[in-house]
């Protein structure tokens, strides 16, 4: 992968009502070429509208993939990576970090009637998670807009060390460091 290729990293951290979404451009190099910030609703539906605000705050025409870390963020608000690669024109590869039986049995759990069709209506919506190994480590990939093998090389070619893609670390920290910034202004 080139150098100045650039993807944008959306993860989150939420304490309370509401989680805040952090993206970072990073080019295959490493560089950090960019940072922008949402929030959505903790236990929402809201994560798939706050993506897309936070790409198009950013403004960035160079920006050829968008990685998110997972698919359930904020409390099982599910995010409709079919809906975002549509609307955003882009490649959308959700990576996550832990095996799982799937999400049915938690939401189940959590939810009833619509509020609980609704996240399941939209996570049958999205392909398959594919295992794949990167640099020793084990990680779970769902892609959109792009071939499977593609996406294993993207994921691969953003991740210099460890199992998790250098726009997602980036943009965990950013969420965190933001999230943070945001309970004390409050206080």
Not at 58 to 66: A, I, K
Not at 88 to 116: K, N, R, Y
Request: charged share 30%.
């Amino acid at each position: 992968m080139k150098s100045g290729v650039r993807a944008l990293g959306v993860a989150e951290s939420y304490r309370g009502d509401d989680s805040t979404l952090a993206g970072a451009v990073v080019r295959a190099s490493r560089v950090v070429d960019g940072l922008a910030y949402e929030t959505c609703t903790v236990g929402g539906t809201d994560a798939t509208d706050a993506i897309v605000q936070l790409f198009h705050a950013l403004n960035r025409e160079d920006v050829r993939y968008l990685l998110l870390a997972g698919i359930a963020l904020s409390w099982y608000n599910v995010v409709d990576l079919r809906r975002l690669h549509e609307e955003l024109g882009h490649p959308v590869i959700s990576v996550t970090f832990e095996e799982s039986p799937g999400l049915d049995a938690a939401l189940e759990a959590e939810f009833e009637g619509e509020d609980l069709e609704t996240r399941r209506e939209t996570l049958h919506a999205q392909p398959p998670r594919e295992r794949l190994v990167v640099n020793d480590q084990t990680v779970f990939v769902r892609a959109v807009g792009i071939e499977d093998s593609e996406a294993r090389d993207v994921v691969r070619g953003f991740t210099p060390e460890g199992g998790r893609p250098e726009p997602l670390r980036v943009a965990r920290f950013a969420a965190r460091a933001g999230d943070e910034l945001r309970r004390n202004t409050k206080q």
